[in-house]
């Protein structure tokens, strides 16, 4: 399983950036895909679900700024986010659990203010 993720880089408060995530080796369209994020110095946390179905869940913090999203023709799998703050700088990862977990190598979004 490769999970190659890119679109991160810098940006101002109140843009929008677009991460990607390409996955290969794995039966994309019957799984849930995850996106978390690492910041600086802090746990890495949870940032947005979707199931094979569609449902998605969202942290509180980024609820109504973020949208995740899947391409199963594509296999890829995407994170929308717009009104960006200096507290979403992170190491954003895609993230699959089959038996154990498998994570993309991570893209880093820089938010300035």
């Known amino acids: 399983v490769q999970l190659q993720a890119s679109g991160g880089g810098l940006v101002q408060a109140g843009g929008s950036l677009r991460l990607s995530c390409k996955a290969s080796?794995?039966?994309?369209?019957?799984?849930?895909f995850d996106w978390y994020r690492q910041a600086p110095g802090k746990q890495r946390e949870l940032v947005a679900t979707?199931?094979?179905?569609?449902?998605?869940v969202y942290t509180d913090s980024v609820q109504g700024r973020f949208t995740i999203s899947r391409d199963n023709v594509r296999r890829t799998l995407y994170l929308q986010m717009n009104s960006l703050q200096p507290e979403d700088t992170a190491v954003y990862y895609c993230?699959?659990?089959?038996?154990?977990?498998?994570w993309g190598q991570g893209t880093l979004v820089t938010v300035s203010s």
């Open positions: 993230h699959v659990f089959l038996r154990w977990d498998f």
């Open positions: 979707i199931t094979s179905s569609g449902s998605t």
């Open positions: 080796g794995i039966v994309f369209n019957i799984n849930t």
